[in-house]
């Protein structure tokens, strides 16, 4: 039989105080609407709390610093089951510009601001903002077609190291 | 909970935020600035918390976005002048709510 009172933690360090978190690592795959701003409002409530900040796109994420791409993500209206409306309306031409519009209004009355300007205020709070260098080869991309403020291309290896040291969190999005 | 700031003694929450703005003067927000350790308060400093009390005697919702748009400052400059959350230290330099808001 197993002692367990022998693996547990001694009292003292529970009463000790929690580690801040000192740095999040956001890695964005995606590019919904919905996504994108999952993904930048926790990078840019990160910076508001002192938190260090790095955004590494990769696969389709990178069309959210993407240029003539940002501008204009969409929802996904089909096989997204939080949709209000059929799968089968989902699929109608103009549909998912028409519930992607009216997502923005909503995001505009709160507030928010739109893509562009939200990844440059991340930009300028200090966030770093990574294209990952596999994605960009694929899709065939260069660094001209992303945003002027990208801090850099890079491979998987380069992200780990970057996420280095004490407090870090990693989150996929 | 009462704190001394400057000498006096203020009404502030558990957090160190002041609860009555009436309570506030110029040697209270310099001494919160050193314990936030954002040092001397100089003109750009004092710009920013003008700014944010104003917004605040007009019961707007302040954001980072609504700041940088100001003309007082730009969202680079503010958080070189309140390093380690801006908004929540600059707030309590000027003696009024902490933010609620995510953005």
């Known amino acids: 039989m197993t002692d367990i009172s022998a693996t547990k933690e001694p009292q003292q360090e529970k009463i000790e105080k929690p580690r801040p978190i000192k740095k999040v690592c956001f890695i964005v795959a995606k590019s919904t609407i919905d996504s994108a701003y999952a993904a930048m409002v926790m990078a840019n409530g990160a910076r508001m709390e002192g938190i260090d900040v790095e955004m590494f796109f990769t696969f389709f994420g990178l069309d959210v610093i993407n240029k003539s791409k940002m501008t204009n993500l969409h929802v996904a209206t089909v096989g997204n089951p939080s949709m209000p409306i059929p799968t089968m309306l989902g699929g109608l031409p103009g549909m998912e510009a028409l519930v992607s519009n009216q997502m923005k209004k909503e995001m505009e009355r709160l507030d928010l601001p739109p893509v562009d300007e939200f990844m440059e205020m991340i930009h300028l709070s200090g966030g770093k903002i990574w294209a990952c260098k596999l994605a960009m080869d694929m899709f065939k991309l260069e660094e001209k077609d992303l945003v002027e403020y990208l801090d850099g291309v890079l491979t998987v290896g380069d992200f780990y190291q970057r996420a280095a040291g004490e407090g870090t969190q990693i989150i996929f999005i | ?103």
């Open chain 2, 1 to 103: 909970m009462e704190k001394v700031i400057a000498g006096k003694t203020i009404n502030v929450n558990e957090e160190g935020y002041l609860l009555d703005f009436d309570q506030w003067d110029k040697s209270i927000a310099e001494q919160i600035a050193i314990e936030e350790g954002i040092g001397e308060l100089t003109d750009r400093h004092w710009a920013v918390v003008t700014w944010l009390q104003e917004q605040e005697k007009n019961k707007v919702a302040l954001t980072i976005r609504k700041l940088g748009k100001s003309g007082v400052t730009d969202i680079k400059e503010f958080y070189a002048l309140f390093p380690g959350g801006p908004l929540k230290k600059a707030t309590k330099i000027a003696g009024i709510k902490k933010p609620v808001g995510c953005i």
